[in-house]
Nanobody, 118 residues
Framework: QVRVVESGGGLVQPGGSLRLSCAASGSIFRLYTMGWYRQAPGKQRELVAEISDGGSAIYEDSAKGRFTISRDNGKNTVFLQMTSLKPEDTAVYLC????????????WGQGTQVTVSS
């Protein structure tokens, strides 16, 4: 029904930048929130950034000032521009869609690996 596909991950040196993309396809309610989560080995999955259908965004504290989330509703796509990357940013980054249905529906991508290393 709904497919979520991430891209843009890779290996980058500390201080470098990456731009992640997430494209959604299939049947989905037009009012939904899109977000980026990350999960490192041995750690819990955490929210990195989230943006509502109206464009309101929130960020995890360590991402503030370094990451920017944006979306293109016409293409059902969300982006995460990451700058000043640190080794602790290394993780699998997963895209999530949350609908405004009651109860809400959640759709996850497979994830894209981001590795920050010298």
């Amino acid at each position: 029904q709904v497919r979520v596909v991430e891209s843009g991950g890779g290996l980058v040196q500390p201080g470098g930048s990456l731009r992640l993309s997430c494209a959604a396809s299939g049947s989905i309610f037009r009012l939904y929130t899109m977000g980026w989560y990350r999960q490192a080995p041995g750690k819990q999955r955490e929210l990195v950034a989230e943006i509502s259908d109206g464009g309101s965004a929130i960020y995890e504290d360590s991402a503030k000032g370094r990451f920017t989330i944006s979306r293109d509703n016409g293409k059902n796509t969300v982006f995460l521009q990451m700058t000043s990357l640190k080794p602790e940013d290394t993780a699998v980054y997963l895209c999530n869609i949350r609908t405004r249905a009651v109860p809400p529906s959640y759709y996850w991508g497979q994830g894209t690996q981001v590795t920050v290393s010298s």
